[in-house]
């Protein structure tokens, strides 16, 4: 018995070292694995029987999306924090929000933020924050989707930074509360939801917190044979903080103190020199690259192109959050990852759009530590699987010879809207275009609702904070 | 008598120095003008017998963005040529498919990228190439857009560059046919169309033709008041032959022979110095970037920033072509330009989002000398509007405290699949997302038949250039 065929495809399979496309393809699907791939004729007359048949003609079938660094639940600030000097972004357009945020924003935002990025073809999160054990339970289970979690472990309370200049002030029973909320995160929903959720540990970043508590960390993860998913190099503040502290910069510490290896998922990792990046990929480090964030925020290209020449072995990309960005769309990111490494290097061969098609899914699922399980059509594998119109003027023509353009329109003109079908773990969660699992209007409007008691209530500290985005909406420029 | 009310809306006027935001806002159009813009209760009671009234509640309207710098006509190429060193851009990949392009072949390209531009928001196109005047009769006018549109003119025959490290060959009767072409095409089509069509002078490059003739086009342009629309300063291929000829770069020999002023419209410039730049800033010249096109076949980021940094007055964006962006979209083409520019000078305040809009709508009608006439929502302005759905997971929330994140949320996050309705010089050219004045599937259909017939006829030739694309897709990748 089978529950889903797609057949009459252009499959994106990800075997191989290209998109390995199978015209005329097709896929079958039982329970939550694929069971067979390949040319439609072949497949189809062992799988009438499905429960649904989809006649793909005209459409590419690929992977899920791997989204693989996101904090979905700040969506709901989005737009209104960008176009600021580095320096303001945190404290000048985030920080006067944040003591409003209570919960269940953060609840709403993750609704919000994963309908998003299942409608433009996203299947798989590396989500990272606080209240992760809500957004498990009350997000990402009932939407359907994959999440590789982390709850963030840090020291830092509401006086930890009075002054940017001087060492942060730690507090160890902030560190040992979020630490013991990590770990029953990890003890309750790790593999949960027939293995859709997978915990790791997320030490917030290397400048947050203890030279001993990141240790522990490190230890409690090699002893479980978890992941560590961490924030690493990610700009000026964490740079002054790490040479305050320890007079070197974020890499060379934690590689001192023998942080990095397999085990570890490096975000941004836009402060690093070249050197350093790479001595990450000497050490196997995985890496989430999060071009339009750091782009948007920083005016930085993180160096992704960087670390693949660098011999890195895993990498992934990452919309990091709607407040710099400003959304999760990791189709339209495909295209602004490759732009930006291009003009980084002053090199249109790089990132080509096979290779980032492949970032954006085998290899994502891989820098997660799931490329076995995900990440490509292959028997045996567990059924994330994207259905895209391509009969749409701007994916128009479609040639296959003498180049195959599929995947370059995609990656250079697609804008995830041609997403009608998603699947995770051999279910339908979105057909149509409509996502089944979650009511879209609702998630909408208690987004809605819920952005404007926050922005309502942080108007005043925000205004006060005086930002360059604060300063030009004062001058009517918005 | 008003034809057409839009109420309830977010009007983004570009009035002002900004946005130029009405909150609650309504449009009244009366034949081809803008009669009234305001507040929906004021506006709304003279003008309630509108034959066509658009409740716009929840939706943003704008002026129909500009797209000054684009080749239609090379749409049916779409994937075929990206991820390939400059060098091999046109010679490999453009090249083998240059000599199966028929006139018909580019009226169908023609059609295709006009309707893939009209359902992402774009009104105005700023088109350059052969056949001009066919497609102006065929496409332009047909399709109720409006254009500015020159024939190339060059001196380039097919014996002309056979070795692209000697000077090229000209040839004074080519040379003399486009120019011929060129007048009988500002004769019969200047002002055509109810004035949509704007003709211009289009020397191809000064790398394409003698000095004389560039000379020749110059003095026409001015003695008939007509703008000139010139690629310039655009590669290493046109770098080495302004050497070879002139000694110089090609901005100082244009400079040289008196050739930049207010009248002239610079496409490109990425191979121009900082001081380059500089020098068409104060020259007054109108500058056109294709952030895009530039970084897919160059690696580079063209300086849009840096000429307005410069004082350069008028700058627009333009996509260019499908084979070489890929797509012809303004709004994804905002996020790009602002990203780039925001990493090539490492500040992310470059180009904030109000800027970026005022770039792709009143300051890019400016650029093709019309900014008197459209691309801003003021009475007496030609009606060419755009109706966007902001209802939609990725642009929610909509906030107007403490920062209305409107317009950062268009240029951040939105994708052109949210453009509901066009509305050039007065006339409804497309609804509820279909485009009325084209037939969309048999658009579509023809393109890939034409896009068949060259690419198989040219499938040998392509792969016998063995580009990396060439390259890429012998192993299979793509």
Redesign the interface.
Known sequence: MVDILIKNAYVLTMR????G?IEDGAVAVERDRIVAVGKTPDIEKNYRGADHIFDAKGKAVLPGLVDAHIHTSLT?L???A?????IE?MLKTMA?FMNYIEPEHRIKGAK?GV??AV??GTTCFGEIGSDMAQIVEKVFIPSGVRACVANTINEIGPESRQDPNKPYIFFKDIGEEKLRESLELIERWNGAAEGRITCMLGPHAADMMSKELLLRVKNIAKSKGLLIHIHVAQGGREAIQIRLKYGTSTIRFLDDIGYFDEGVIAAHCHQASDEEVALLARRGVRYVSC??SI???????PPLALFLASGGKYAALGSDQ?SG?????II?EM??AS??N?????????L???KILRIATIEGASTLGLGDAFGSIEVGKKADLIIMNL?A??L????S?????????IV??A???EIETVIVNGKIIMENKRVLTMN?EK??LE??E???AI??K??ED??RADS???K??R????
Chains 1, 2 share one sequence.
């Not at 782009?295 to 290209?301: E, P, R």
């Not at 291009?342 to 790089?350: E, G, L, M, V």
């Not at 128009?396 to 040639?399: G, V, Y």
């Open positions: 191989g070292e290209g998109v496309m709901l989005r737009g209104e960008q176009d600021v000097p580095e972004w006067p919000l309908l998003e409608k433009s071009p339009s782009g948007l925020i920083d005016g930085i290209t709607a960005n400003n959304s999760h769309n339209k295209k602004i732009f930006l291009k003009t980084r290097h002053r090199d249109p061969t790089i080509p759009a096979w009969k003027p701007h128009t023509p479609i040639i010879k003498p180049v195959r353009n599929i995947a370059p329109n250079y003109s804008r995830g809207d879209e998630v909408m987004a809605q819920a952005a404007e922005t309502s942080a108007a925000y205004m360059h985005l604060a030009a909406a001058k009517g420029l918005l």
